[in-house]
């Protein structure tokens, strides 16, 4: 069984500041996968970033980065240069063999002029 | 490439009335996922599809909840009788299949019980 939990419910952050989402996981798998995933108002869930458990180098796409922590469980999301559009919920999930998601419970990201 | 389409958006029922809702999944994708958004949580995940058999529907509610995926390509939610903790948002994914991990999901469908 897979397990994610995000602890931060509500952030907020000055536009073209940054920011970092919080996440933590546990699986009894040896190969998985990570991934952040955007919800705005719209619903469509729309995907961020992904890592792959047995690369030791962090994903990077664009203005999104992550700080993969493997031995401790941790995978944070890292928002440079924050924008408008960025506002929406943030949700982690991890995928094992299966192939099915786990998600967290979402953090609300809110982006400030 | 077209994205993956679910109709309707929205819809209200009455408790103990049935609904159903579609799902088209991106062209060639092979493995089609239906999950329940409740309000403030995560997406859960309620039936798994590979191609038009049913890899895992262990968090399905069967007593109330059914799911097909007719050849292998589309596939609709029903729920009969619905109840008032089934308003949620469904959400539909597809994966292209083998050793993919990414899903792709539809803009849901918003389901109202009153």
């Known amino acids: 069984a897979q397990t994610v939990t995000q602890s931060q419910p509500e952030m907020s952050v000055q536009e073209a500041e940054t920011v970092t989402l919080s996440c933590t996981y546990d699986?009894?798998?040896?190969?998985?996968?990570l991934f952040w995933y955007k919800q705005p108002p719209s619903r469509q869930m729309i995907l961020v970033i992904r890592?792959?458990?047995?690369?030791?180098q962090n994903a990077t796409e664009n203005r999104f980065s992550v700080n993969f922590q493997k031995a401790a469980k941790s995978f944070s999301l890292k928002i440079s240069d924050s924008q408008l559009g960025d506002t929406a919920m943030y949700f982690c999930?991890?995928?094992?063999?299966?192939?099915?998601?786990?998600f967290g419970s979402g953090t609300q990201l809110t982006v400030l002029p | 490439e077209a994205g993956v389409a679910q109709s309707p958006r929205y819809k209200i029922i009455e408790k103990r009335q049935s609904v159903a809702f579609w799902c088209n999944p991106i062209?060639?994708?092979?493995?089609l996922y239906w999950y329940q958004q409740i309000l403030g949580q995560g997406p859960k995940l309620l039936i798994q599809?590979?191609?038009?058999?049913?890899?895992?529907d262990s968090q399905l509610p069967k007593d109330r909840f059914s799911a097909e995926r007719l050849k292998g390509v589309d596939s609709t939610l029903k729920i009969q009788p619905a109840k008032l903790e089934d308003s949620a948002v469904y959400l539909c994914?597809?994966?292209?299949?083998?050793?993919?991990?990414?899903?792709?999901f539809g803009p849901g469908t918003r389901l109202t019980v009153t």
């Open positions: 599809f590979q191609n038009n058999g049913v890899v895992d």
């Open positions: 994914a597809s994966r292209s299949g083998g050793l993919v991990y990414e899903q792709y």
């Open positions: 999930a991890t995928s094992g063999s299966a192939r099915q998601l786990t």
């Open positions: 062209s060639g994708h092979a493995t």
């Open positions: 890592q792959e458990a047995y690369k030791q």
């Open positions: 699986t009894s798998e040896n190969n998985y996968y």
